[in-house]
């Protein structure tokens, strides 16, 4: 009888692991964001930050749990009039950072948000989910400034102009830009490689520790839609303290270098040029290991990047193929796994096919943009999330 129990239970187990393989996320369609619209970034309690731009203006949303709250209203209550917004990070509190256009032209003709009409552009840290209180944060004496990230104790992170010409810039790019760290509303500037005139925070942790980029002013890339050509990945420790993190080969002058997201082990990840520079490829960095690449890249690819880790060192990503194409990827063990497309783990008749893994919480969700590939909605693009199951 034990024999035959045993035999039941390990065909049961087996039943499991096969459904498992061959699903082991559900999928929660988000809802149209238009081809320049994606969510950045997912908390642990299901508070999600982003833009939909269908295809124009960008509205800055926050959604939870599947329902979508345009914060339009509130930010052109706080004085933000302009048309375009952008909710790029959340916190546990609903506390949302981002970056709105006011009603005004950019009194140097500078285009910092990047919309097209040169107004000027500024950070905001949003109390969405108490009062609905939005204001603007301070630059560094400059006109526009951008809000990136957002930690649960409500510092946030991101990049502001100064007073001083950079004449290396694109036009109509003509003042510097720094990494910024705002405590209680207080910008205080972090400091980039030596040589770098200008850099942006990327994300910030529940130490404060912060990460980001370093470098020189150039035109934007499709990877990097900012007027910067990374150079330098950056951990800056809680102090302000900046560490190069080196790089895999590469001098930043292709893809860039760049420190796009940590945890709060102080674990870093982002992507970097490899030798050559026509390729790039993720990494993750800690103090203790130093910069290590992560597997996946195959020959004829574009390259692969690391775009965010949670607490227990998962990351996740995208994956560009030769074709341009690019897919969600999903690193479970790190340097010592394998890289693995999240459309192999999810139902296979969704119609979404992932194409970005923006964000991971610690439960293990992720968040992203997907195109839709059948049905009435076919070629639109969609925020998704997957919660494993």
């Not at 916190?91 to 005004?104: D, I």
């Not at 510097?176 to 205080?188: C, D, I, M, S």
């Amino acid at each position: 009888m034990k024999t035959i129990s045993r035999f039941i239970a390990a065909g049961a187990l087996l039943a499991v692991v096969a459904i498992a393989q061959a699903s082991q996320y559900s999928v929660t369609d988000l809802g149209n964001v238009g081809p320049n619209g994606q969510p950045f970034v997912l908390t642990n309690n299901g508070l999600i930050s982003g833009t939909v731009a269908n295809p124009s203006p960008y509205h800055a949303v926050l959604w939870f749990y599947g329902h979508e709250t345009d914060l339009s209203a509130a930010l052109g209550a706080a004085g933000f009039k302009g048309a375009n917004s952008q909710a790029f990070g959340v916190n546990l509190w609903a506390q949302v950072a981002g970056y709105a256009e006011t009603s005004e032209t950019d009194p140097h003709g500078e285009d910092f948000c990047g919309f097209g009409d040169h107004l000027v552009c500024l950070p905001f840290l949003s109390q969405f989910g108490f009062f609905r209180l939005t204001s603007p944060l301070p630059t560094l004496g400059g006109t526009n400034g951008v809000a990136t990230t957002i930690n649960d104790f409500g510092q946030v992170a991101g990049y502001a102009e100064n007073t001083t010409k950079d004449t290396g810039c694109p036009a109509p790019q003509q003042y510097e830009f720094k990494p910024v760290l705002w405590t209680t509303g207080r910008a205080r500037e972090l400091h980039t490689v030596p040589g770098d005139p200008e850099g942006l925070a990327w994300a910030v942790n529940d130490k404060g520790q912060v990460a980001g980029t370093s470098g020189v002013c150039g035109p934007p890339s499709f990877i990097n839609p900012i007027t910067l050509q990374s150079l330098h990945a950056i951990f800056w420790d809680a102090d302000g303290t900046p560490n190069n993190l080196g790089n895999l080969g590469g001098d930043g002058h292709g893809f860039g270098i760049f420190a796009k997201n940590l945890n709060n082990q102080g674990q870093v990840v982002g992507w970097s040029d490899l030798p050559g520079d026509t390729t790039f490829g993720a990494f993750i960095w800690s103090k203790a290991t130093g910069m290590q690449a992560l597997p996946g890249l195959l020959p004829g690819d574009v390259g692969i990047g690391a775009l965010a880790i949670n607490d227990a060192g998962v990351v996740t990503g995208v994956w560009i193929n030769s074709a341009f194409n690019p897919t969600a990827v999903i690193w479970q063990n790190g340097v010592n796994g394998v890289m693995t497309n999240l459309n192999t783990l999810i139902p296979a008749d969704s119609p979404l096919y992932l194409q970005t893994a923006c964000s991971i919480n610690s439960f293990g969700q992720i968040i992203g943009f997907a195109v839709v590939t059948s049905g009435a909605h076919a070629g639109e693009t969609h925020a998704y999330m997957l919660t494993p199951r």
